[in-house]
């Protein structure tokens, strides 16, 4: 029963006292016929205890189905998103479902809610390819998707995740160094959220050989001006540095920058490593070996995920992390002076 | 009255038959009351004299606003799309207006007509920022307004027209390397729109200063592939060239590559200018002297000029050209040696 100190009961509440998910009462109270009766009457009856009173938006799609999905993304200016959406786009496209894509760093800009946004659009489900404000995503009654990052602070930990694996990504280039004998690598890390995976791989893969790591960049973001700023307080700590792997391709390119400065050249100097294996990566004039999460995979299975989600309201949480790939170019090659 | 011949009149010829404009007719579709009595009078009487229906979007139109703009752009990979979809933004999202954007990079790649899609989601307005395929925006009956190009195929030649001036960006660019002492200069163009009027800029700075142009690419893209390509043509063709006009910035990019192949580099030995002042002009690595044609301010005075149109649809058609500027990085300097 609502009380001053637990103003309003949420969907959270209704699912904790039914025993189900989020996504099932919220199937319920969009009058699906895939609830059975038992579960339906377990809702029905949560509903009627704590008093719930369903959104606006919830009544709205309880009227009609949009076949629309709100697709959150961090900032298109990153070609990485432009691939997950365009994976997305070719598994909702024949089911006749049309993506509708907020920007946070567009929505930050123009000062508005991406969430709400999609809930005045009364979006069918959200797929959520970037962390959005805390509390954002907080009653929200449609199905959810996590694409892209393997956690996420929802207040719903049972919802669906498919992600490439940045951790193995992260150990597959720094293995890729060692095999070329680099034993002094560093990695340049960022707050976000992949970086945090990355930096465990990376870690994990020094560890192994019997090496220190060194990181740099836990304070700073994730732009070219983030990787230019973590290469040179790399450098300027450990200047026998031979090889880095950085967490992501525009990091790389400012790693570059801070190299040239230094006199040094990538590869003859230092070697390289990027992540994401973006357009820039494959610009024949910085030829970054990087690594590929298959963004553009990562996307499909998260429509895959959704599209199940929506015809098996019931079904368990599902979680897919694809395998990411190294893609070698120009910026790695062989440690040259064992004694830098 | 429809014939064989002419099957099904469309809103074209309503237009013509009344003496209005397309938008106008559409207005009165719509309901509209800011459309004189006079002009609705001859709209009704063309509709009927030709057995006009309205389509099942314009119908639908009739009954509601959605306040939905369509945006079509050609790819999210571009930078250039992203800042003019931000300038839109800051002024549709005050107005309580969303934009719907389709890339139609993507839209290709998944057999999909983005206009189609626009109309079935009852679009109030269209913004064109990209050429889609000939015939696709026939029977369109919203306003439009085309953002970024200063022309377009298009059936109704009274469109609003909100651009950057790419014939003056690109003389600016050429005018900056001959004050740097260069003479031999060639330029690097693509088939797309805005290529035309950037070559256009060029040769007439080159014939301003009594030099004859020099043109590669005109066969192909603008990608950094067709700008390595074309680099290559004119390098192979002219190799005393002393400087470079590149038809966007990643092209630019794709020249750097060509030169380094040749043992070149910029700007010591041959200086290199970008056009759309995009993100990786900035990264410190490339520091691309480049032509800002200040694309979010193109995006927002479209915004302004389709919401104009919105209120006031018999108003003479908009046009208006913005001044680009140019930022000069470390990729142009002095003309080193005048016998190249």
Redesign the interface.
Known sequence: MPTDANPRPTIYDVAQRAGVSKSLVSLVLRGSDHVSPARREAVEAAIEELGYRPSRAAAALASQRTRTVGVLIDD??N?WF?EL??GL??VL??ARY?A??ADLQ?EA????NPVE?FLA?HVDALVVAAEPAPGTLDGVDVPMVVAGMRELGLPDDGADVVAGDDELGARLATKHLLGLGHRRIGHLTGRSGPGAHRRRGYEAAMRDAGLEPAVTGEAGGTS?ADG?AAACALLDARPETTAIVAGND?MA??A??AL?ERGLAAPADVSVVGHDDS??A?????GLTSVDGHSREVGAAAARALLARLDHPDAPPHRELLEPSLVVRHSTGPVRDASR
């Open positions: 298109f200016h070609p432009v959406l365009a786009r070719s496209d024949p049309t509708s894509v567009l800009a123009t000062g508005s946004g659009q070219e230019y525009v390119v400012g570059l920058a040239r357009p820039l494959a610009y024949r004039f910085l």
